[in-house]
């Protein structure tokens, strides 16, 4: 029924309750001559309001059941729909009436064609790049596509109701969480540091001959490995910046203050005679012991203000009764590994920064458990040491440096290290490819910052005997073979290449009688193209 025909009802009503009315005021108009009784009478006006009052009624009672009526249905609507709610997106993409299952492989493919192979790091002039997939790059898509089809689904009908109609018009936009390795970042951001042109030199030392050297430490810059993790995850979390430069974010240090005392007690020690068991059979190499010429107060008065760029301390050599060289062949009768490298004889300063290095490892012995340190052994590369000048890589270009080459001694060093299953604990790869070995194969060293080490983690002592002539740099590992010992071997490959890069991988693989026992990665390597 219609409003217009409510109306006209109730005018038909009322005219028929006039018609009533008019009949009552007759008869009680002559009862009340006798009774006296008054009759209540409503007027016009009192009427309408009666007449609009029941309209309005009426209509109030058709909208609330309209309103139930819509209310069920966008419950019911609900409840049945298995898609996800209009007006979602997941990282801008727009999800609504999206199935789970196609919700996330439009959000996945989107991120996969946003993401690029590697993202470009600078600091001032410098750049350097860092591959996505050598740190795992990942976004957990799934667990957004969970709270996107959730949205409507995890209170009471009438919360469920709002949160869907309050997206439908305001829009929810989800983020899926960023993961990556950040082990494997860390430690390429901790390469990166050693790589800035203006990076802090730390004090260092070393022996030359019967002398201490003491090297003053130079302020400079250190990468904020957390601060430029969390920027390299907003970037990346972005994706559209992904294309920019991201700033390496990087904190001024000033380099440790030289401590003579602590140099005196790390240098200081005492002769040991060699000598060798037969049951068990063992051998305990002879070693030299070594101390200051001068007093703690008189190497305090050397170095002063510790203002200048170096120092000299005068050392004694404090000689055992036996040394290793009596107790004869014995000691190292087995050669645990050998590797050599080409070298280029017409080029002879070169060729005499090789033949320095070499001498000042050769001959050198390490007890079970002593580690070897490159920087220490071989010491700064200065003219006063004899180095000269010859071909270096600074900052992405080969220009002549003094000391040129001697990374051909470490990379050749790290090999047999590698191959005699030895423990290398510090280690670094060049900018470039080097010419001698492969990639991941090489070891590059740069005094003051970085260093080449690795430990003894035999049994017994090692001998190393290096040589470098006639073109060839060879270095050969000695001591005595144990029933644990494996065949190794070095498994190094590209993993890719972009405009500006290469990737490369490298495993150490040890085998029993041919049957392959372990397989463990070397290193992951990031090398700039030429």
């Given amino acids: 029924m219609s409003i217009k025909e409510i109306e006209k009802e109730l005018k038909e009503d009322n005219k028929e309750l006039e018609k ?7 008869s009680d108009s002559n009862d009340s001559e006798t009774t006296n009784s008054p009759i209540q009478e409503f007027t016009p006006v009192e009427k309408e309001k009666r007449s609009i009052l029941s309209i309005f009624g009426i209509l109030v009672f058709i909208i609330i059941t309209i309103l ?11 409840a049945l729909n298995q898609n996800i709610v209009s007006g979602v997106h997941i990282k801008g993409l727009d999800v609504s009436h999206l199935s789970k299952s196609d919700a996330k492989d439009q959000v996945e493919n989107y991120i996969n064609q946003s993401l690029p192979e590697e993202i470009t790091l600078k600091h001032g002039d410098f750049q350097t790049t860092i591959s996505l997939s050598q740190i795992n790059v990942s976004f957990d898509v799934k667990t957004a596509v969970n709270s996107a089809y959730n949205i409507g689904r995890e209170g009471n009908i009438f919360q ?4 869907i109609l309050s997206t439908m018009f305001n829009n929810t936009d989800i983020e899926p969480k ?30 030359d001959g019967n002398n201490l050297i003491i090297t003053t430490g130079k302020e400079g810059y250190v990468v904020d490995v957390n601060t430029t993790i969390n920027s390299i995850k907003s970037a990346i979390s972005n994706l559209t910046s992904l294309k920019d430069p991201i700033e390496i974010a990087v904190t001024s240090q000033k380099p440790t203050a030289i401590d003579i005392d602590a140099i005196h007690n790390e240098i200081y020690k005492e002769p040991k005679n060699a000598y ?23 190497a305090k008065a050397i170095l002063g203000d510790q203002s200048a760029p170096e120092y000299t301390i005068p050392l004694k050599t404090l000689y055992p009764s036996v040394t290793t060289n009596m107790i004869g062949t014995e000691a ?7 590797f050599s490298t080409r070298y280029s004889t017409s080029d002879r300063d070169r060729t005499t920064n090789l033949q320095l290095a070499a001498n000042k490892i050769n001959g050198t012995v390490l007890m079970p458990g002593e580690t070897f340190s ?10 006063a040491a004899g180095y000269k000048e010859a071909p270096i890589y600074v900052s992405g270009e080969v220009v002549d440096g003094l000391g040129g080459g001697i990374c051909q001694i470490t990379s050749t060093l790290y090999n047999a290290v590698v191959y005699a299953n030895l423990e290398v604990t510090q280690r670094s790869n060049h900018q470039f490819v080097p010419s001698y070995v492969g990639a991941s194969r090489d070891a590059t060293v740069v005094y003051g910052s970085i260093d080449f080490q690795f430990k003894n983690n035999r049994n017994y002592p090692i001998k190393i005997v290096c040589s470098v002539s006639g073109g060839i740099a060879q270095f050969q590992i000695y001591g005595m073979k144990q029933d644990d010992d494996y065949d190794v071997e070095i498994s ?19 085998k029993k009688n041919g049957t392959v026992v372990s397989k463990v990665l070397l290193s992951k390597d990031t090398y700039k193209r030429h």
């Fill in 178 to 207: 960023v993961y990556l390795d950040e082990e494997q970042l860390t430690k390429s951001l901790q390469d990166i540091s050693n790589q800035l042109p203006d990076k802090v030199v730390e004090s260092s030392y070393y022996i």
């Fill in 160 to 163: 469920n109701n709002f949160n």
């Fill in 68 to 78: 139930i009526v819509a209310f069920l249905i966008f419950t019911g609507y609900n």
């Fill in 276 to 298: 060798y068991t037969q049951n068990p059979f063992s051998v305990y190499p002879s070693e030299n012991g070594l101390d200051f010429n001068v007093s703690i107060d008189e």
């Fill in 20 to 26: 009533k009315l008019n009949k009552q005021d007759v």
């Fill in 374 to 383: 490159y920087n220490k052994v071989v010491g700064e590369r200065t003219i």
């Fill in 492 to 510: 190094a490959y590209e993993t890719g290449r972009t405009s500006t890069a290469i990737y490369s991988e490298a495993y150490k693989i040890l």
């Fill in 332 to 338: 190292f009768p087995d050669l645990l590994s050998s």
